[in-house]
Protein backbone atom coordinates (compact mmCIF):
# COMPACT_ATOMS: atom_id res chain seq x y z
CA UNK A 1 0.00 0.00 0.00
CA UNK A 2 1.46 3.68 -0.79
CA UNK A 3 1.53 5.30 2.58
CA UNK A 4 1.85 8.66 0.70
CA UNK A 5 -1.44 7.89 -1.11
CA UNK A 6 -3.19 7.10 2.02
CA UNK A 7 -1.87 10.71 3.50
CA UNK A 8 -3.63 12.09 0.66
CA UNK A 9 -6.71 10.47 0.25
CA UNK A 10 -7.34 10.63 4.19
CA UNK A 11 -6.42 14.55 3.96
CA UNK A 12 -8.08 15.60 0.96
CA UNK A 13 -11.20 13.68 2.13
CA UNK A 14 -11.53 15.69 5.52
CA UNK A 15 -10.81 18.76 3.53
CA UNK A 16 -13.93 18.26 1.38
CA UNK A 17 -16.93 18.68 3.13
CA UNK A 18 -16.12 21.79 4.25
CA UNK A 19 -14.74 23.23 0.75
CA UNK A 20 -18.80 22.02 -0.41
CA UNK A 21 -19.65 24.64 2.01
CA UNK A 22 -17.56 27.39 1.10
CA UNK A 23 -18.65 27.36 -2.68
CA UNK A 24 -22.31 28.05 -1.47
CA UNK A 25 -21.37 30.50 1.50
CA UNK A 26 -19.28 32.61 -0.40
CA UNK A 27 -20.92 36.18 -1.84
CA UNK A 28 -21.02 36.88 -5.65
CA UNK A 29 -18.62 39.58 -5.93
CA UNK A 30 -16.18 38.44 -8.22
CA UNK A 31 -16.02 38.95 -11.86
CA UNK A 32 -18.58 35.59 -12.70
CA UNK A 33 -21.14 37.68 -11.38
CA UNK A 34 -24.70 36.58 -12.36
CA UNK A 35 -27.06 39.30 -11.89
CA UNK A 36 -30.20 38.20 -9.87
CA UNK A 37 -32.39 41.44 -9.99
CA UNK A 38 -36.19 41.56 -9.07
CA UNK A 39 -38.33 38.79 -7.60
CA UNK A 40 -38.05 37.67 -3.99
CA UNK A 41 -38.06 34.13 -4.76
CA UNK A 42 -34.69 34.42 -6.84
CA UNK A 43 -33.16 36.33 -4.10
CA UNK A 44 -33.55 33.48 -1.85
CA UNK A 45 -31.57 31.17 -3.61
CA UNK A 46 -28.14 30.86 -2.55
CA UNK A 47 -25.74 32.90 -4.43
CA UNK A 48 -23.47 31.20 -6.37
CA UNK A 49 -20.52 31.58 -9.08
CA UNK A 50 -20.79 29.27 -12.22
CA UNK A 51 -17.42 27.47 -10.99
CA UNK A 52 -18.76 26.92 -7.59
CA UNK A 53 -21.95 25.45 -8.79
CA UNK A 54 -19.64 23.14 -11.54
CA UNK A 55 -17.08 22.16 -8.50
CA UNK A 56 -19.65 20.90 -6.11
CA UNK A 57 -21.12 19.11 -8.92
CA UNK A 58 -17.41 17.89 -9.56
CA UNK A 59 -17.71 16.36 -5.87
CA UNK A 60 -20.46 14.88 -5.93
CA UNK A 61 -19.56 13.12 -9.05
CA UNK A 62 -16.13 12.04 -8.57
CA UNK A 63 -17.29 10.69 -4.36
CA UNK A 64 -20.02 8.87 -5.97
CA UNK A 65 -17.60 7.60 -8.58
CA UNK A 66 -15.40 5.78 -5.46
CA UNK A 67 -17.89 5.23 -3.12
CA UNK A 68 -19.29 3.24 -5.69
CA UNK A 69 -16.15 1.55 -6.62
CA UNK A 70 -15.81 0.56 -3.23
CA UNK A 71 -19.37 -0.74 -2.48
CA UNK A 72 -19.57 -3.03 -5.72
CA UNK A 73 -15.68 -4.53 -5.09
CA UNK A 74 -15.61 -4.95 -1.46
CA UNK A 75 -19.51 -5.80 -1.79
CA UNK A 76 -20.87 -3.33 0.98
CA UNK A 77 -24.12 -1.25 1.24
CA UNK A 78 -23.19 1.94 -0.99
CA UNK A 79 -23.62 4.64 1.52
CA UNK A 80 -26.26 7.81 0.98
CA UNK A 81 -25.46 10.95 -1.88
CA UNK A 82 -24.55 13.60 1.32
CA UNK A 83 -21.29 14.95 1.26
CA UNK A 84 -20.41 14.10 4.75
CA UNK A 85 -21.74 10.07 4.72
CA UNK A 86 -19.64 10.36 1.22
CA UNK A 87 -16.61 11.19 2.64
CA UNK A 88 -16.73 9.60 5.87
CA UNK A 89 -17.49 6.16 4.17
CA UNK A 90 -14.22 6.94 1.71
CA UNK A 91 -11.88 7.48 4.87
CA UNK A 92 -13.45 4.46 6.75
CA UNK A 93 -12.18 2.67 3.26
CA UNK A 94 -8.80 4.67 2.47
CA UNK A 95 -6.84 2.12 3.10
CA UNK A 96 -8.18 -0.34 1.01
CA UNK A 97 -8.41 2.08 -1.78
CA UNK A 98 -4.73 3.27 -1.42
CA UNK A 99 -4.09 -0.48 -2.10
CA UNK A 100 -6.07 -0.64 -5.04
CA UNK A 101 -4.86 -0.12 -8.72
CA UNK A 102 -6.02 2.82 -9.03
CA UNK A 103 -5.30 4.56 -6.17
CA UNK A 104 -3.04 7.17 -7.54
CA UNK A 105 -6.05 8.21 -10.13
CA UNK A 106 -8.49 8.65 -7.08
CA UNK A 107 -5.79 10.78 -5.29
CA UNK A 108 -5.49 13.00 -8.31
CA UNK A 109 -8.57 13.18 -8.92
CA UNK A 110 -9.36 14.37 -4.77
CA UNK A 111 -6.05 16.58 -5.02
CA UNK A 112 -8.09 18.26 -7.96
CA UNK A 113 -11.26 18.47 -6.19
CA UNK A 114 -9.49 20.36 -3.57
CA UNK A 115 -7.88 22.35 -5.21
CA UNK A 116 -10.59 23.62 -7.98
CA UNK A 117 -13.09 23.99 -4.45
CA UNK A 118 -10.32 26.31 -2.52
CA UNK A 119 -9.93 28.43 -5.45
CA UNK A 120 -14.07 28.58 -6.24
CA UNK A 121 -14.60 29.43 -2.62
CA UNK A 122 -12.15 31.83 -1.74
CA UNK A 123 -11.55 33.42 -5.15
CA UNK A 124 -9.06 36.10 -5.76
CA UNK A 125 -9.27 38.69 -3.48
CA UNK A 126 -10.56 36.92 -0.70
CA UNK A 127 -8.92 37.74 2.92
CA UNK A 128 -5.80 35.51 3.55
CA UNK A 129 -4.16 36.12 7.19
CA UNK A 130 -0.63 34.39 7.90
CA UNK A 131 -0.56 32.34 10.64
CA UNK A 132 2.84 30.60 10.95
CA UNK A 133 5.41 27.99 9.96
CA UNK A 134 3.64 25.12 8.64
CA UNK A 135 4.83 22.02 10.86
CA UNK A 136 4.77 19.19 8.10
CA UNK A 137 7.75 21.52 5.77
CA UNK A 138 9.16 24.81 5.44
CA UNK A 139 6.24 26.16 4.07
CA UNK A 140 4.04 29.32 5.48
CA UNK A 141 0.48 28.83 7.13
CA UNK A 142 -1.92 31.57 5.95
CA UNK A 143 -5.77 30.89 7.12
CA UNK A 144 -8.64 31.66 3.89
CA UNK A 145 -11.02 33.48 5.07
CA UNK A 146 -14.72 33.35 3.07
CA UNK A 147 -16.57 36.14 1.21
CA UNK A 148 -19.41 35.92 3.25
CA UNK A 149 -20.43 38.36 5.86
CA UNK A 150 -19.52 36.61 8.68
CA UNK A 151 -15.72 37.12 7.68
CA UNK A 152 -14.16 33.95 9.18
CA UNK A 153 -11.25 31.77 8.59
CA UNK A 154 -12.76 28.52 7.52
CA UNK A 155 -9.78 26.53 6.45
CA UNK A 156 -5.81 26.67 6.85
CA UNK A 157 -3.32 25.74 4.34
CA UNK A 158 0.54 25.69 3.63
CA UNK A 159 1.52 27.88 0.77
CA UNK A 160 4.25 25.29 -0.29
CA UNK A 161 2.37 21.75 -0.71
CA UNK A 162 -1.81 22.31 -0.95
CA UNK A 163 -2.34 19.19 0.96
CA UNK A 164 -0.96 20.38 3.88
CA UNK A 165 -4.90 21.82 4.87
CA UNK A 166 -6.79 21.91 7.90
CA UNK A 167 -10.55 22.46 8.18
CA UNK A 168 -11.90 24.38 11.28
CA UNK A 169 -12.15 20.91 12.95
CA UNK A 170 -8.82 19.97 12.62
CA UNK A 171 -7.72 23.12 14.11
CA UNK A 172 -6.73 21.72 17.79
CA UNK A 173 -4.79 19.30 16.07
CA UNK A 174 -2.64 21.84 14.22
CA UNK A 175 -1.85 23.78 17.22
CA UNK A 176 -0.19 21.15 18.92
CA UNK A 177 1.59 19.97 16.05
CA UNK A 178 2.79 23.73 15.37
CA UNK A 179 3.59 23.96 19.10
CA UNK A 180 5.81 20.89 18.82
CA UNK A 181 7.43 21.89 15.96
CA UNK A 182 8.34 25.66 17.65
CA UNK A 183 10.16 23.28 20.41
ZN1 LIG B 1 3.46 22.50 4.45
Excluded at 38 to 57: E, H, L, Q, Y
Excluded at 81 to 98: K, N, P, Q, S
Aim: glycine content about 6%; hydrophobic content about 40%; charged content about 25%.
Amino acid sequence: MCTACLDLLVGGLANLPALYDDCVRREETGTLQVRRRGSRKNRSIDPMSPAAVDTRAAIRVVLEHWAGLVASERRVQPPDRDIRVLTGFLRRHAEWLAAHPAAAEAVDEIRDLVLSARRAAYPKGGARSRVGSCPNCSGELVALIRAGDDALPSEIVCTSVPEHAWPAARWATLAREMRRGTR
